[in-house]
């Protein structure tokens, strides 16, 4: 192959022999390999109290992160359980839990550097309560699924002309990569708290309400450092503060468009803090937030998976990747209400994340599942102590997808828009959260895609017939007087004139083709 520019996901033309190859140029993700894989977690936990049965387990897997190595993925998070039980008293208790796990999920030829997709389910949940009701042992069934895929460049042939060949497409619809990149930033605020502190015992931040706007060239990623501040008052008591951060980072993604899809992930830690000249309300701290985004297009287009005609050498590359079949965009209203244990003066605040996020591709549909898990801060109104209680809301939508059907592939993403929104009476709070969700139902392909060809050899041209006179026999003519005239041989004369039955008998009049050049 000769050399020539190559432009990303732009079509190029080439001459190879008598043959023009257009090719074009493809960032894809493709699949290194994907596996299912269970894993029991098994754990005791001592009651405060003893119980005479399990009322009720409600449990979510939270903090999932994920390492790519060689051979595989380790994955690891929590297991978020809320135990109801019943005492010897015949009340319903509550008890939260948290346990973690890990997990390896070998994956042959898969190495660092590579993109993991990971979804952790709970299966079942098993308790048994022993030692006389103090204590309850409980075992989870996980199920993991990890597929790993890496971003490649691959040039293939879209279309072949040429003389005598057969060309073979395939429609092929998929997500080009136009780029992604990873940039960190660093925020450095100063809050003045709304009381005094002795001392700072715990800051908690975290991320909401991500967007980002795709320009030439360009992502801008908006979005707000949430942060939980608990505190130590004067009088020794807990108390809560909550402070966001807005932020705006630009990323720059060459050949990145307005309309393509954009995927962020974003996090958030916390490396130092510092309470100036206590006790005050001066609280200075130092965040660094990073930004992951991923700009994609879904590209529809023919590529030829085979060409055949004489001496045609085709080069085939095995395509694994992800078709994509459609997306789904739609934002939903999820109502909730609870009854708190105590009643409010005021809820200071509601801390919410979605987990347990899932989706199942249907005939023609997406069902998508998940639970929002709140922290409701409140102040009670008997001694103006800050409370918390927490409140597991699962949801299901069922959402239209023409061309879904079941086995199908889904990747799903969720975030809660603006603030939930609180309406108090009594000790009941009623709460309404709307959910944007994004999926994109995919099918995983296996497609032998040419990627080069070529003629081993140019085809013969047919044999070039010389040209004829023609000649109008006079009389006194005769072949051989004919043939010495225009400076041919006798035979060829006669080859030329096959309509002449006895080359000794011809007449004025008669047409003879005269062979050869003349």
């Known amino acids: 192959m000769s050399d020539y520019k190559k432009k990303p996901d732009k079509i190029e033309k080439e001459k190879v022999s008598d043959l023009i190859v257009k090719r074009r140029l493809l960032k894809v993700d493709r699949v290194i390999g994907e596996d299912t894989v269970r894993e029991t977690v098994e754990a005791t936990i001592k009651l405060p109290f003893a119980i005479i049965k399990i009322f009720e387990i409600i449990a979510s897997v939270t903090d999932v992160e994920t390492e790519v190595q060689e051979g595989g993925v380790m994955v690891s998070g929590v297991i ?18 948290d346990v973690t796990f890990s997990a390896f999920v070998d994956i042959p030829g898969v190495t660092r550097g590579m993109d993991a997709q990971v979804d952790v389910r709970i299966l079942t ?99 707000v450092v949430h942060k939980q501040v608990f505190l130590v008052d004067e009088g ?51 965040l660094v937030v990073e930004a992951f985004v991923k700009v994609t297009e879904v590209l529809q287009l023919d590529v030829v998976v085979d060409v055949k005609g004489p001496g045609i050498d085709v080069v085939k590359k095995l395509l694994k990747v992800e078709s994509v079949v459609v997306d789904v965009r739609q934002k939903e209203t999820l109502k909730s209400t609870v009854t708190l244990p105590q009643k409010p003066t005021k809820i200071l605040e509601v801390v919410a994340s979605i987990v347990n996020l899932q989706a199942e591709a249907r005939t023609d549909q997406v069902v998508v599942k998940g639970i929002l898990h709140k922290q409701i801060f409140f102040v009670d109104a008997a001694g103006d102590l800050l409370r918390h209680f927490r409140e597991d809301v699962p949801f299901t939508f069922v959402k239209r997808a023409p061309g879904a059907r079941p086995g199908m592939n889904v990747q799903v993403r969720a975030s809660i828009v603006g603030e939930i929104r609180t309406k108090l009476d009594g000790k009941e709070l009623e ?88």
Do not use: C, W
Not at 131 to 151: A, N, P, W, Y
Not at 185 to 204: D, E, R, S
Not at 207 to 221: M, P, Q, S, W, Y
Not at 240 to 264: L, S, W
């Open 80 to 97: 978020h359980k809320q135990l109801f039980v019943v005492d010897k008293g015949d009340v319903v208790r509550h008890v939260p839990e």
């Open 125 to 223: 949940v098993d308790t048994e309560v022993i030692e006389d009701g103090m204590k309850v042992r409980q075992t989870v069934v996980l199920e993991i699924f990890v597929k790993v895929t890496v971003t490649k460049q691959i040039e293939v042939v879209i279309d072949v002309e040429g003389k005598d060949i057969v060309v073979k497409k395939d429609l092929l619809k998929v997500d080009s990569v136009v780029g992604e990149d990873t940039k960190a930033f660093t925020l450095t605020p100063t809050v003045t708290l709304p009381i005094t502190a002795k001392k700072i015992f715990k800051i908690i931040p975290s991320v909401r309400d991500v967007t980002a706007e795709v320009k030439d060239g360009t992502v801008i990623v908006r979005g």
């Open 236 to 286: 020794d008591l807990v108390r809560h503060a909550a402070e966001d951060i807005p932020f705006t980072q630009a990323v720059d993604i060459p050949g990145a468009r307005p309309n393509m899809d954009v995927q962020v992930r974003v996090s958030v830690s916390l490396e130092d803090f510092e309470l100036i000249d206590p006790p005050s309300r001066r609280l200075r701290q130092t």
């Open 431 to 518: 709460q309404i959260a709307v959910i944007d969700i994004f999926a994109k139902v995919t099918r995983t392909v296996q497609l032998e895609v040419v990627v080069d060809v070529k003629r081993d050899k140019v085809l013969p041209e047919p044999p070039v017939k010389p040209p004829v006179k023609e000649y109008v026999v006079k009389k006194g003519d005769t072949l051989f007087l004919i043939a010495k005239k225009f400076g041919v041989t006798l035979d060829a004369l006669i080859a030329a004139n096959p309509q002449i039955k006895d080359p000794n008998r011809i007449y004025p009049g008669d047409v003879i083709n005269i062979p050869g050049k003349y």
